[in-house]
């Protein structure tokens, strides 16, 4: 192992010998970086190999390339570029292929080699990665993608980009991403050649005839494996629309647009999706045919032709017509579109969003709102939202029936399963405002039993919270007391008691450790900042011991995992010199 490290360290010296001979690194620096180099070269030639030494070397090769440039920037000098930076490119090259190598099924790896590639502009390198890692990851169809985008835009090898799409499609036949971004690239490579056509004066037909020629039977061919994969279901309409607005980019596929309108058309006339399009379609030819307007009254009449126009496509489709019901509110049609609404949940078709947007057209404060809202949660009783929803308007309109809802709330919604903190904290807060102190305290409790454990940190803290307002001192510590052992805890809890305590006129060292050593039991292992607060209490409270001091820090250091060391260590030493 020794052997094969001196070698590669005596590979290093050229170009060592080179930084320091042109003046952009001292010899102590040079010294400095052999010394880090040796270390990390000791760590990727040992028996049981590790990803992270692998990334901190690659990463400090990658600072020092970034310092070596910023350098270069500031002196101006800009030789030698092969030497140096060349000899550095290629060992970065060489540690991420051993560790691509050793670790094949790591994504993210593999990713960061392209962009150092992309960024340091090695584009023959990167071919090759594209091409490793696509041989080893053939089943993400976004690793395809990218590779034929840069192929295509920054190799402007349109046919490297085409047998890569078609490759792709081999091993995803049925992937409509990749089907958009074969179109697209399509499409971008037929707008190419009209342009050289025409810069050069070479085309011997009109170039809308060329365009068409180009890649209307690619497209075809596109639309009919889509319509063989996916035959009846939405993601039919999607996959259209999702090519229709890629072709609109184009100013040469009129005749494109037309073809897949019409089989949108011919195959999907009952899929919401369609009428959705055809409606704001309406609007958008009515703006694109239309001349401008020279007067206000012109410019009323144009805009109300056009809002008829789509919501008669609309009223076929009274779904279809809610989903842009924002689009006609300032046209002066908010009476069709609450009619609308209504329609829709009659037959039982408005989606859970929709009902929000129905109630915020509606008066808050008003009896229908409130049935809006009934309507709802009776209809999506499983929803927290819908019941937040409804018990909102109920609290605004100071209903006798808060309670009842919220206990009927409760019935369908299972506490420990679908998330209800937002109604757990709703009630709270409602109850502080119109309930005697012994119902709030009582059902702040009930609570902590009811919420999933998780959500139950949150409650809580408002717990301790509302203790301390409503109770003061006493009451506080009474409720710390008797949560502090019941986990899960948040360090915002005992944070909160610290704060508490600091705020008596007869503040207690010994109740500050108290806290913070419960604290430090939760959290000690995780969070150098409390630590260093321990200990800065210890320093300054009148009470306090700053002998302690050492043995705190003794403990933070043995206590604390990771990174979290060094970062207590350095904020310690400032501490320490007065400059923390």
């Known amino acids: ?11 290093r010296v050229p170009e060592l010998e080179q930084l320091e001979r042109v003046g952009l690194f001292t010899h102590e620096e040079i010294r400095a970086v052999l010394k880090k180099a040796t270390a990390l070269e000791y760590k990727i030639q040992r028996r049981a190999l590790r990803k992270e030494d692998f990334i901190n070397y690659i990463q400090y090769e990658i600072n020092l390339l970034e310092l070596i440039k910023k350098r270069r ?39 960061s080699h392209v962009a150092f ?3 340091w502009n090695t584009k023959h390198q990167l071919s090759k990665v594209f091409s490793t890692m696509l041989a080893i990851h053939p089943n993400k169809p976004a690793l395809w993608i990218m590779a034929a985008k840069w192929e295509m835009e920054t190799r402007l090898s349109s046919e490297s980009a085409r047998h890569l799409f078609l490759r792709a499609l081999r091993f995803h036949p049925e992937c409509p991403k990749l089907y958009q971004e074969y179109f697209r690239m399509e499409l971008m490579n037929a707008e190419k050649q009209r342009k050289e056509k025409k810069e050069f004066e070479r085309a011997k037909m009109n170039l809308r005839e060329m365009g ?23 993601l039919g309409v999607e996959f259209r629309l999702a090519l229709l607005s890629i072709a609109k980019l184009f100013d040469f596929t009129h005749d494109l647009q037309k073809e897949i309108l019409e089989n949108l058309q011919a195959e999907y006339a009952d899929n919401p999706l369609t009428w959705d399009y055809m409606a704001r379609r309406e609007l958008e030819l009515g703006s694109l045919k239309a001349t401008e307007p020279t007067t206000k009254q012109a410019k009323v009449s144009e805009m109300t ?67 809006v809202a009934e309507a709802a949660a009776k209809r999506f009783s499983l929803s927290v939202e819908m019941w937040q929803m409804r018990l909102q308007v109920l609290i605004q309109l100071k209903s006798d029936n808060v309670t009842q809802c919220f206990e009927e709330a409760f019935k369908h919604v299972k506490s420990k399963v679908c998330g209800t903190l937002p109604l757990w904290t709703l009630w709270v807060e409602w109850s502080e405002a119109v309930n005697s102190k012994d119902d709030t305290e ?19 803290e408002k717990y301790l919270d509302w203790a301390y307002r409503n109770g003061g001192y006493k009451k506080a510590r009474r ?12 360090l915002d809890f005992f944070k909160k008691m610290i704060e508490i305590e600091k705020e008596q006129e007869m503040c207690r060292m010994l109740r500050l450790r108290e806290y913070y050593e419960r604290a430090l039991r939760e959290f000690g292992s995780v969070n150098s900042d409390l630590w260093l607060e321990y200990i800065k209490e210890e320093l300054s409270h009148p009470q306090g011991k700053p002998e302690h001091a050492g043995s705190i820090h003794w403990r933070a250091v043995k206590m604390l995992e990771g990174d979290q060391v060094e970062d207590f260590i350095s904020k310690y030493t400032l501490l320490q010199t007065g400059h923390l």
């Open 212 to 234: 068409c020629l180009i890649f209307v039977m690619g497209c075809d061919i596109l639309l009919d494996r889509c319509i063989y994969f996916f035959p009846s279901s939405s």
């Open 117 to 119: 590639c992309k960024q």
């Open 479 to 490: 409720v710390f007391t008797s949560l502090h052992e019941s986990h899960p805890l948040s």
């Open 1 to 11: 192992m020794a052997e094969r490290v001196e070698q590669r360290l005596e590979d």
């Open 73 to 111: 920037a500031r002196t101006g000098y800009s030789f030698k570029k092969d030497e140096i930076e060349g000899s550095m490119i290629q060992r970065v090259h060489s540690l991420f292929k051993r560790a691509t190598g050793k670790w094949k099924e790591d994504v993210q790896l593999w990713l």
């Open 305 to 371: 032709q056009r809002e008829e126009r789509c919501c008669a496509v609309f009223e076929e489709a009274v779904t279809a017509h809610i989903v842009c019901c924002e689009s006609f509110e300032e046209g002066c049609q908010l009476e069709r579109t609450l009619s609308a609404f209504s329609k829709a949940h009659e037959s039982s078709l408005l989606p859970e969003a929709l009902y929000k947007q129905w109630l915020l057209l509606e008066s808050s404060l008003s009896q229908k709102a409130a049935e």
């Open 442 to 460: 009582a059902l702040y409790q009930r609570s902590l039993h009811a919420v999933a454990p998780a959500e139950s940190v949150t409650m809580k």
